[in-house]
């Protein structure tokens, strides 16, 4: 997963809290992406980001917010978080195909 | 609209091969293939771009058939390393420079010794 790091990779939440998930990448791409990944469901998208300044949803944005802060960082934000966001999230850079970060599992209680 | 992959799961001995398909509704621009370890992210195999194009790596090979808009993934003598979970992937769009995959649900691939 070199060139792309996300933090933290474990945290557990409590219904209602918030938190962001942080990724950075070193290989100066453009285009950024945010998954999640559940059980038996692959991977679905959350937002996307071609370029710095824009953000655009995904198939599952609902309850998700982002920042595409600068060309390196791409953050995911949860205001209010729901036990159905309980999942692993990845976040992703494409290369020639994507790289993907070592991903953070989230558990919501 | 997510791409179907067949089988779901697959158990292989050492040295036997494997094939993994993925088909879709919509038409096929392009089609990526990963792998995923157990509490691993899921890495890049190959992309195929052209219809008909066969590529390979190690002894994973895949080809692309525009026209039945499908993929296969081909593991030919199959090793203790290719256990995982493969994924293919689409892109939404042809044009667009974001690209934004559309993932199969994956397809588990124990090689047992």
């Known amino acids: 997963n070199a060139g792309v790091t996300q933090t933290p990779k474990f945290q557990v939440l409590k219904t209602g809290q918030s938190m962001t998930l942080q990724c950075a990448q070193d290989m100066n791409h453009n285009s950024m992406y945010w998954y999640r990944q559940d059980p038996g469901m692959g991977l679905r998208l959350i937002y996307y980001?071609?370029?710095?300044?824009?953000?655009d949803k995904g198939e599952v944005p609902n309850g998700y917010n982002v920042s595409r802060l600068n060309k390196r960082e791409f953050s995911l934000r949860l205001e209010s978080a729901a036990p159905s966001q309980t999942s692993v999230y990845f976040c992703a850079i494409r290369t020639d195909g994507y790289t993907f970060g070592s991903g953070t599992r989230l558990t919501v209680v | 609209q997510q791409p179907v992959q067949s089988p779901q799961a697959v158990i292989l001995r050492e040295g036997e091969d494997a094939v993994i398909n993925c088909s879709s509704s919509k038409a096929l621009y392009s089609v990526h293939w990963y792998r995923q370890k157990h509490g691993e992210a899921p890495v890049f195999l190959m992309i195929?771009?052209?219809?008909?194009e066969q590529k390979g790596h190690d002894k994973i090979s895949a080809s692309f058939n525009e026209k039945k808009q499908q993929s296969s993934l081909y593991l030919t003598a199959s090793q203790l390393s290719y256990s995982g979970t493969y994924f293919c992937?689409?892109?939404?769009?042809?044009?667009?420079?974001?690209?934004?995959?559309?993932f199969g649900s994956g397809t588990q691939l124990t090689v047992l010794p």
């Open positions: 992937g689409t892109p939404d769009s042809y044009s667009g420079s974001a690209r934004q995959l559309t």
């Open positions: 980001s071609a370029s710095e300044g824009t953000t």
């Open positions: 195929l771009l052209k219809g008909g």
